[in-house]
């Protein structure tokens, strides 16, 4: 299988209140961001374009939090707190997906990227690329 296929995947929350669907690579490339609440939730995710995603249910269980700039949009389930994507603020365009929330073992979880998000401005300038995940 060529390394840029896109298969879909469906994840979700812990509950089952979200689901969705995501077209995405096999071995996406896996962003691990230092920034304040990326660290303190360990928030691993993958970028997808909006066009890549589909909120398959639970859209009235969806609570956001942001902050700072408020670019970021933190969504995460209101029954079990599990955010399974959000809004990344480097990608506004797109999808942050967490891939621990992909439902099943298909997805290799081993590309990780590492961002210092502590620097964030800096950061961005220096890893333009991830700003182009959400226009594959």
């Known amino acids: ?5 896109l298969l879909k995947f469906t994840g979700g929350c812990h509950c089952g209140a979200v689901e969705f669907e995501v077209l995405a690579p096999k071995s996406p ?3 691990q ?3 304040s609440i990326c660290d ?3 928030n ?3 970028i997808v374009p909006k066009s890549h995603f589909n909120l398959v249910k639970g859209a009235e ?4 939090y942001t902050f700072h700039t408020h670019q970021a949009k933190h969504t995460f389930c209101s029954i079990c707190g599990v955010q ?3 809004t990344p603020r480097s990608n506004q365009d797109g999808y942050g997906v967490m891939p621990h929330c992909i439902f099943g073992d ?3 979880k081993t590309k990780i990227k590492k961002f210092d998000g502590q620097n964030w401005e800096t950061e961005i300038v220096k890893k333009s690329e991830i700003k182009e995940f959400s226009q594959r």
């Open 1 to 5: 299988m060529e390394e840029n296929t």
């Open 40 to 42: 303190m939730k360990q």
């Open 44 to 46: 691993h995710h993958f």
């Open 33 to 35: 961001c230092n920034c």
């Open 106 to 108: 298909i997805m290799s």
């Open 61 to 64: 269980k969806l609570t956001t």
């Open 84 to 86: 399974s994507f959000y």
């Open 29 to 31: 490339v896996i962003i």
